[in-house]
C-alpha cells in the first residue's frame, strides 16, 4: 500500500517561510506526478502547484515568484518552499502523487498539514 506523510506545516507570521515535506512510500513507479494542493475554509480545494519526474514544474499564479516545488526522485519525496507567506495562504495543504497511465496509474493524497500565516 501507498502512504504520503507530510511534514512542515504549523504558524508563521506573514512574510515568513516554511517548508513542506511529503513522503511517498509504497510499490509506486518513479515516473509521477507529484504536486501540492490546498484548500481554506469556505474555498474548493486548489492546485498550488505541481512537479513532473522530469522536473517540470507548474504554479497557481496566487504563489508565483514565493513558493519553489522541487522533489528528490530517489526517495520518491517532494518540498514546497514557501516565502513571503501571506494570510491567504492560510489553509491545509495536501501532497498529492499521481501516474497518467494505461497501466498501473494511480492517484493518492495525503492526509493534509496545516499552515496558519498570521497577519
Known amino acids: 500500500q501507498v502512504q504520503l506523510v507530510e511534514s512542515g506545516g504549523g504558524l508563521v507570521q506573514a512574510g515568513g517561510s516554511l517548508r513542506l515535506s511529503c513522503a511517498a512510500s509504497g510499490n509506486i513507479f518513479s515516473t509521477n506526478i507529484m504536486g501540492w494542493y490546498r484548500q481554506a475554509p469556505g474555498k474548493q480545494r486548489e492546485l498550488v502547484a505541481l512537479i513532473t519526474s522530469g522536473g517540470s514544474t507548474n504554479y497557481a499564479d496566487s504563489v508565483k515568484g514565493r513558493f519553489t516545488i522541487s522533489r528528490d526522485n530517489a526517495k520518491n519525496t517532494v518540498f514546497l518552499e514557501m516565502n513571503s507567506l501571506k494570510p491567504e495562504d492560510t489553509a491545509v495543504y495536501y501532497c498529492?502523487?499521481?501516474?497518467?497511465?494505461?497501466?498501473?496509474?494511480?492517484?493518492?493524497w495525503g492526509q493534509g498539514t496545516q499552515v496558519t500565516v498570521s497577519s
Open positions: 498529492n502523487v499521481k501516474r497518467v497511465a494505461i497501466i498501473r496509474p494511480y492517484d493518492y
